[in-house]
């Protein structure tokens, strides 16, 4: 039995990073359409990106906590506490990384819907290594 269930772990481990990019995609739309009806309403790109983004962050934590680290999450408690105090924090360079990117961009003259998707990207990547090394690891 203990073969089985390792085995079983090993094959959900495997299907993490499938899930964190569905739960990001998910969680992508909701900042996307928010951070576009925020402009379409005339807030700043910046501000709109940040506002935006925070609501894709309570989207994320939802689905990360409960499709895509399920093995890692922590019981409730001081533990899960300090794994969402984490998981903000992991979502703050996010932010920020997202808000100067969108801010340089429309400072230098890039339209800010591909300002954004640049710091789509490199928010990804900094957010994914955080959450996968750090905020759920096992």
Known sequence: MDQLTQLLRQAADRLVPGRYIAASAVALGFDMGSFLVLLAVGMHAASASALSYSLGIVVHWFISS???????????????????????????IGLALTAGIVGLGSAIGVDPRLAKLAA?????????????RIVFAV
């Open 66 to 92: 409960r499709a895509v680290f399920v093995a890692g999450v922590a019981e409730r408690g001081p533990a899960r506490t300090r794994q969402k105090a984490l998981f903000v924090a992991s979502a703050l």
């Open 120 to 132: 789509v990207g490199v928010s990804f990547v900094a957010t994914w290594l955080l959450r996968a």
